[in-house]
């Protein structure tokens, strides 16, 4: 236990996001709720992923978002960050929630209304509105946008402000550009089909907004070749320590190899493969890692080696890291040519990596820390959220000597042989290290004798 050390990540400070702003537990807190009461109006509070009065704000500052007394989640708000589990609360709990909610109110509006954005929410908005037009937008579960434009509602609407609309007249169209403003649905049974919505006239980014990346899925106008080489350069050089030791000696890519890398993408016809490769003698690992075209022709490629304690390499982390290398780059490749639609279909020969990487159920709080090699897991499952295409995934049968061959068997083979070389005999500065890079999404971290503990946890602490 002596030679053991703990590394924690620097933790970003929350800090109030609009004007007026104030977090709920310390209002709740000096309001004088009774600490079991507290306890209870905390457990409904991580049921819904809040922290502060923005979060259950409606968009123009003024009230309460309905949705957010009730005891489900607000599918219309998604918190972008990692949260523990919190079943769902008694309904005790959600009574005594509800009391402290109306703490906040007079007459049914905020007592402290709420002003224009500060900085960027950790909640991701599904419905916008353009203000110009008032054309209305909603982003599906899929990803995808549907369009809502005003009815005209005559004497209704009786001058006032608000807007009306139809809950079947969405169509879907691309994601929204312009002067666009988060907006909250009125949505009630006394207006049956109809409703309206409430936003606030001052944007957070000014006249010139448009979705996240992680909001988008249309398409963009085509960039030049210059700015797209520029874009991957821009990118590639800002990226962390930990990646450019990852994915090995890279030589750029030309203007020609990405500009087809996009194209290829976006005709939803990409492929990628990835291997690793492991001596259970010499303790070392590797990986090596391909993109191609659909009848595999390689565009980009390259091998890299698995850092970390003898010991604990094994051949699934060295697959695993391959996987990493892949979607580390495709994000690249997205992101410098500005793609917001596109699919990729990713191979790998080791069924239990895909299905830790693309776990569409993962556990949360401390479990996952616990799993084996889950550094690399949780970078890689914050590449796949964070890459606004489709990523399918898919097992390839390894060595496959078979009468059925195809083109992912030949890309298997490819990145098997790259890996294996790699391993063998490793390029100058790019032997296997023992201490491997902690990169920031972790969020802690064990070191033991100068390694970071990656598995065998009971046993290494035992």
């Given at each position: ?426 390029p100058r500065g790019f032997t296997q290290k023992s201490l491997s890079l902690i990169h920031e999404l972790q969020t802690a971290a064990l070191i033991s004798e100068g390694a970071i503990v ?9």
């Amino acid at each position: 236990m002596a030679n053991l050390k703990v590394f924690i990540s620097t933790v970003t400070p929350l800090r109030e996001q609009r004007q007026g702003d104030s977090f709920l537990m310390t209002v709740f807190v000096y309001a004088k709720f009774k600490p079991g009461e507290l306890r209870q109006i905390n457990q409904c509070r991580l049921f819904h992923q809040v922290f502060l009065t923005s979060d259950i704000a409606t968009a123009d500052g003024k009230k309460i978002d309905p949705k957010y007394y009730a005891a489900a989640r607000n599918d219309d708000r998604r918190s972008s960050m990692n949260w523990p589990v919190q079943g769902e609360p008694s309904r005790q709990a959600w009574t005594v929630w509800s009391k402290a909610l109306n703490y906040l109110v007079e007459k049914g509006k905020l007592k402290q209304p709420l002003g224009v954005w500060l900085r960027n929410p950790h909640q991701q908005w599904t419905w916008l509105i353009r203000v110009t037009s008032s054309t209305l937008f909603h982003q599906r579960q899929d990803g995808t946008w549907e369009s809502f434009t005003p009815e005209n509602m005559g004497d209704r609407e009786r001058g006032e402000r608000r807007k009306w609309y139809l809950l079947d007249r969405g169509s879907t169209c691309a994601p929204p550009t312009g002067k666009i403003a988060k907006a909250t649905p009125i949505i009630t049974p006394e207006d049956g089909d109809l409703f309206t919505v409430v936003w606030m006239d001052e944007p957070l980014v000014g006249d010139d907004y448009s979705p996240s990346e992680s909001q988008t899925s249309g398409k963009t106008e085509d960039l030049s070749r210059d700015e797209i080489l520029e874009r991957f350069q821009e990118i590639f050089s800002n990226s962390s320590d930990y990646f450019h030791r990852l994915i090995g000696p890279f030589e750029l890519p030309t203007t020609e190899a990405l500009k087809i890398l996009g194209t290829v993408l976006r005709s939803h016809s990409l492929l990628a493969c990835s291997d690793g490769s492991f001596s259970r003698h010499a303790k070392k690992g590797s990986h090596a890692w391909i993109f191609a075209t659909h009848d595999g022709i390689p565009l980009l490629q390259g091998a890299g080696p698995i850092d970390g304690h003898p010991l604990l390499l094994s051949p699934y982390r060295t697959e695993l890291g391959g996987i990493l290398a892949l979607l580390y780059l495709l994000n690249v490749i997205v992101r410098c040519n500005e793609l917001r639609e596109g699919t990729v279909t990713l191979f790998c020969d080791n069924k239990t990596a895909l299905e830790n990487v693309f776990d569409e159920n993962p556990k949360r709080g401390i479990y996952p820390m616990l799993a084996a090699d889950y550094d690399f897991i949780v970078i890689a499952r914050k590449l796949v959220k964070a890459t606004p295409i489709t990523i399918n995934h898919r097992h390839v049968k390894g060595h496959y000597t078979g009468d059925e061959r195809r083109v992912e068997h030949d890309l298997n083979d490819l990145v098997d042989t790259m890996s294996k070389k790699f391993r063998r005999a490793p390029p100058r500065g790019f032997t296997q290290k023992s201490l491997s890079l902690i990169h920031e999404l972790q969020t802690a971290a064990l070191i033991s004798e100068g390694a970071i503990v990656t598995s065998k946890l009971r046993k290494t602490l035992s």
